[in-house]
Nanobody
Framework: QVQMVESGGGLVQAGDSLRLSCAAS????????MGWFRQAPGKERELVAA?????????YPDDSLKARFTIARDNPKNTLYLYMTSLRPEDTAVYSC?????????????????WGQGTQVTVSS
């Protein structure tokens, strides 16, 4: 049974940092590209960051996220991470992890196989 469990969210102040984790089980984690997505109330889900199966290449959809967030993975531990710094109120959202065969499957959201339930991040001003 596939499980993807996010943790590390919470209520923080603007400028703070957080580390999100996604613990995966039930599938070959090290063979899949992974991504972090977020969805704020009333908004569409958006990609935050993606990483290939080996961890050697990362993708961020815009420079602001690239400057403040870092995606990483520990394949022996079957865990995906998102390090977030300089958090802003507009970063408030539910953050979810997802797995797909290749990086473009994550980036396009068309080929994601597995999703976690999400963890809430709230940034106060």
């Amino acid at each position: 049974q596939v499980q993807m469990v996010e943790s590390g969210g919470g209520l923080v102040q603007a400028g703070d940092s957080l580390r999100l984790s996604c613990a995966a089980s039930g599938y070959a984690f090290s063979s899949y590209a992974m991504g972090w997505f977020r969805q704020a109330p009333g908004k569409e889900r958006e990609l935050v960051a993606a990483i290939i199966s080996s961890g050697r290449s990362r993708y961020y959809p815009d420079d602001s996220l690239k400057a403040r967030f870092t995606i990483a993975r520990d394949n022996p531990k079957n865990t995906l991470y998102l390090y977030m710094t300089s958090l802003r109120p507009e970063d408030t959202a539910v953050y979810s992890c997802a797995a797909g065969p290749k990086l473009h499957d994550i980036v396009s959201m068309s080929g994601t196989n597995y999703w976690g339930q999400g963890t809430q991040v709230t940034v106060s001003s």
